[in-house]
């Protein structure tokens, strides 16, 4: 090929404008110039005019016109190739311009199949314009998923918002990456059935054949075809074919046929009596990705536009069939969902300046404070002793921005830690993690279904009005409504009923056995009480600046502000003995570098979620020291079986193979962690063993041990021996994850595989950890709150779970582990469930963490362990004496 020269180029360069482009892209898609000048708002001669004096700069011929059309030539579809790249990145250059120049700019234009804007685009984006004031949001419907894709392509639209339907479980490989762009998962919601036939439903669900004889309401407004298609049913004569999901519902409401439509079509729909929704077997699922070109995704307002879909859920109908995945799934979500704004690069730049952008990214390790469950993994207090004195006032640094003060609305890790100052649960959690009196100064289980909880008869909230039994019963209906209490909900599913038996006593039945449902009752779990009153008072909205929070603990909230702090005041109203510190100020600080500042500068007396590779700093710090302790943080690899070639246990095994865990612990975490064998800590065991037994009894689960010639040997002897591409997304908020991928990432390499390493938004990443997702290897970062060993095994191989591992036997042992009342029984349960598992690579423990808190150096604390900060916490704090 003949060589060009540098000069040749710059001319080359400088003769192209990205209006002319723009003018080639139009005439392409339009198929004539007079088409092309009506769609971008031009004259036709204006357009002509722009080709012909590109056309003259180039020496090349554009635009090969006839009487009636223009097509272009092989050098115009060459450049018009190009133009929406060029386009896209010179908007992010102009966007990052205007920043530093102090103006606004935020303009994203979306493009989507008509479906979606009701249930995805209007909320997600009237959330975004509250969030960004100023941002300019166009929404272009279009007929289907494909024309949605070419207006982005084309450098029309910046983000393209797409849906299709499949069967769930089904094997498929990634969805292919087209050159240029970028694909984000957003959510998968599943189909179901609308039906008045009397079929066959156990448990809700029903196999589509069964009705496959009857009329089906079918078209764009459904899922039936696919359905039809999935089950090899032949369009019948009588079938009916609407465009509009809601015709579609109301045609199944009189009985003219079923229809198959996906759960947030139901929203906000009361079904007539008669009408049946079903969920599927085997399920469908529609799925909802979002796609832009890589330049585009640089551009702030587009990135934010994407987070904000992201994190968005669509509401959901009441169908008892689909209830317990999405919910354990929501359950997960719940524990990052609180706001970390991104720094602030200038204060007059609108992206990302505003406090939260969206609403989930707590801070990486902020959540490994919580958890630990053995006497073991308290440490030792080195700290002088208690000198007595009252302490006027302690300030705060939470590594997070709080939104709402409820956590049943906003039930990230950082909004338990606060809320537990002032609300109480009918029991309260110990340092060791045991179940102690709280509102309820005894309790007992009648039977496997059945607590009597008896309440204390000095119980006050903190305007002085007594804690009753209404007002107990009203705050635990009040928490496992979806719709009031979204954050909390999911923990009260297995309840049945609650109800007030005696002027101070609460009757709670479940529906099947729970082990764990007793220390669920804490602020550790699902129980804060508050004024049946104040919540009707304030219609519900409390935990905001103008409702604040009422409970019954030591510390009465004076005063929120939103993404900034939250001040208590010592109350005489608590039942419990009267703590040392008198006034608290919370102050949200999610910049790690700006909470090193102000302990430096004497302005921190506690500061949770001390960043790990930042604690020698702590550390040094005259006027503070740094406390870690065992948690019950879990890190793994997990793998999508539903995505090939994950679902080839060889290649599974190769990457098992290729862990380092050793090496993450020393290396990464300084020695703060322990490299994992189990999904279960051994601190979560410590209701039937000590730490040196727990760790044995994990140590004999199966184990993939470092070895790249094994890894190696593995690839070889599966379906793609010559190796793959794949890749992994780590959250922004864990660098930890990112370099620890990073390092996976060259081991592989080694072994023949490419995994592309790819931090993303906490939302993005979140979106991502669903069975329904085209990721095949990802990472889970688990912080659990109780201590159960069943948690985090059930989220990861139960019903529903991510890695859509469908094992009855693991389901048939966690489910016998969640009604065993003996720990040790419990526990063995579990260690079967894990075992099995093991055996065939579904997920591979990579560390059992450790967290770090700051404390000035005259504050000392009773009974420091993670669990201490899910009671109110600041009831331990003392002066300490010299």
């Not at 004569?237 to 996906?262: C, E, W």
């Not at 340092?431 to 279904?449: I, K, N």
């Not at 931090?759 to 970062?781: K, Q, R, T, Y």
Request: proline share 6%; glycine share 6%.
């Amino acid at each position: 090929m003949d060589s060009i020269d540098a000069p040749e180029i710059d001319a080359l360069t400088r003769a192209l404008d990205v209006h002319s482009l723009r003018i080639l892209v139009a005439i392409d898609q339009e198929g004539s110039i007079s088409a092309a000048a009506r769609a971008l708002g031009f004259t036709q001669p204006t357009i002509t005019q722009h080709v012909q004096r590109l056309e003259a700069r180039l020496g090349a011929t554009l635009v090969a016109r006839t009487a009636r059309a223009a097509t272009l030539t092989p050098v115009g579809a060459l450049l018009a190739q190009h133009a929406p790249r060029i386009d896209a990145s010179l908007t992010a250059a102009a966007t990052e311009l205007a920043r530093v120049l102090g103006r606004r700019a935020g303009v994203v234009r979306i493009a989507a199949p008509v479906e979606c804007v009701a249930h995805v685009i209007a909320p997600a984006f009237a959330r975004l314009a509250a969030e960004i004031p100023g941002i300019e949001v166009s929404v272009h419907e279009t007929d289907d998923t494909t024309a949605a894709l070419e207006l982005v392509r084309g450098g029309r639209a910046d983000v393209a918002v797409t849906i299709d339907v499949a069967a769930a479980g089904s094997r498929r490989r990634p969805a292919p990456r087209r050159a240029g762009a970028r694909s984000t998962f957003l959510f998968a919601e599943e189909v179901v059935a609308l039906t008045v036939a009397d079929a066959d439903a156990p448990a809700g669900r029903l196999d589509p054949r069964a009705l496959s004889g009857l009329p089906w309401i079918r078209g764009r407004g459904t899922c039936s075809d696919v359905v039809a298609e999935a089950i090899g049913r032949i369009e019948r004569a009588d079938d009916i074919v609407t465009g509009r999901p809601d015709a579609a519902i109301a045609l199944a409401a009189h009985g003219v046929g079923t229809a198959f439509v996906a759960e947030s079509d139901l929203a906000g729909i009361t079904l007539p009596n008669g009408l049946r929704a079903l969920g599927l077997s085997p399920s469908f699922t529609r799925r909802t990705s979002a796609t832009t070109l890589l330049e585009a995704a640089e551009i702030p307002a587009v990135a934010a536009a994407i987070r904000t879909l992201a994190s968005h859920r669509p509401t959901t109908a009441e169908v008892e069939a689909t209830f317990d995945a999405r919910r354990r799934s929501e359950s997960h979500r719940a524990r990052f969902r609180t706001a970390a704004p991104l720094p602030e690069e200038n204060p007059a730049m609108p992206f990302p300046s505003t406090a939260r952008l969206a609403q989930a990214a707590t801070v990486a390790a902020a959540s490994a404070l919580l958890l630990t469950a053995c006497a073991s993994a308290t440490p030792e207090n080195t700290t002088a002793p208690d000198s007595g004195a009252e302490i006027e006032h302690i300030t705060v640094a939470l590594p997070g921005s709080l939104s709402s003060l409820y956590v049943g609305q906003e039930a990230g890790i950082l909004n338990y830690y606060i809320a537990s100052i002032a609300q109480e649960g009918l029991v309260s959690i110990d340092a060791q993690g045991r179940v102690q009196p709280g509102l309820a100064e005894s309790w007992e289980q009648t039977d496997e279904l059945t607590y009597v909880y008896e309440l204390r008869d000095d119980a006050s909230f903190q305007d002085g009005t007594p804690v009753t039994a209404d007002d107990v019963v009203f705050s635990l209906e009040q928490a496992r409504d979806e719709t009031s209490s979204p954050g909390l909900a999911y923990y009260l599913t297995n309840v049945d009923t609650i109800e007030k038996t005696g002027d101070a006593e609460v009757t709670i039945t479940l529906t099947e056995p729970d082990a764990a449902f007793a220390s669920n009752m804490s602020t550790g779990g699902a129980a804060f009480v508050t004024s049946k009153a104040f919540w009707e008072e304030h219609d519900g909205k409390v935990g905001t600046p103008d409702a604040l929070l009422l409970g019954s603990g030591p510390y009465q909230v004076t005063e929120f502000a939103p993404d900034s702090h939250v001040t208590f005041e010592r109350v005489d109203t608590w039942w419990g003995e009267l703590p040392k510190v008198k006034e608290i100020t919370v102050n949200f600080v999610p910049d790690e570098s700006t909470r090193l500042l102000a302990a430096q500068s004497g302005d921190v007396d506690v500061a949770f979620n001390v960043p790990l590779a930042q604690s020698p700093q702590w550390e040094n710090l005259d006027t503070m020291r740094v406390d870690y302790v065992n948690d019950l943080s879990y890190v793994g690899l997990y793998f999508n079986t539903n995505v090939a070639p994950f679902d080839d246990p060889k290649v599974r095994e190769a990457f098992a193979h290729a862990v380092d865990r050793e090496a993450y612990v020393d290396k990464l975490l300084r020695g703060h962690g322990e490299a994992a064998t189990a999904i279960m800590t051994p601190e979560s065991l410590g209701a039937a063993f000590d730490a040196e037994e727990a760790r044995d009894v994990l140590a004999d689960i199966p184990q993939w041990d470092y070895d790249l010639d094994a890894a190696k040997a593995a690839l070889a002897a599966s379906s793609v021996p010559d190796g793959f591409e794949a890749e992994l997304l780590t959250p922004n908020t864990g660098p930890q994850l990112g370099t620890a991928a990073q390092a996976l990432a060259q081991n592989l390499e080694e072994v023949g595989i490419t995994l592309k390493v790819r931090e993303v938004p906490i939302e993005e990443w979140l979106a991502s950890l669903d069975a329904s997702s085209d990721h095949g290897v990802n990472l889970m970062w688990y912080f659990s709150t109780l201590g159960d060993p069943a948690e985090v095994p059930s989220y990861l191989l139960g019903a529903g779970n991510p890695a859509g591992y469908d094992n009855p036997a693991i389901v048939d042992l966690i489910a016998q582990a969640g009604a065993a009342s003996d720990p040790a029984a419990r526990i063995d349960l579990l260690v079967q469930a894990e075992t099995l598992q093991a055996e065939d690579a579904i997920n591979v423990p990579l560390w059992w963490g450790q967290s770090a808190t700051a404390f000035a150096k005259n504050l000392g604390m009773n009974d420091y362990s993670s669990f201490a900060f899910i009671s109110s916490w600041p009831t331990q704090l003392y002066r300490a004496g010299q």
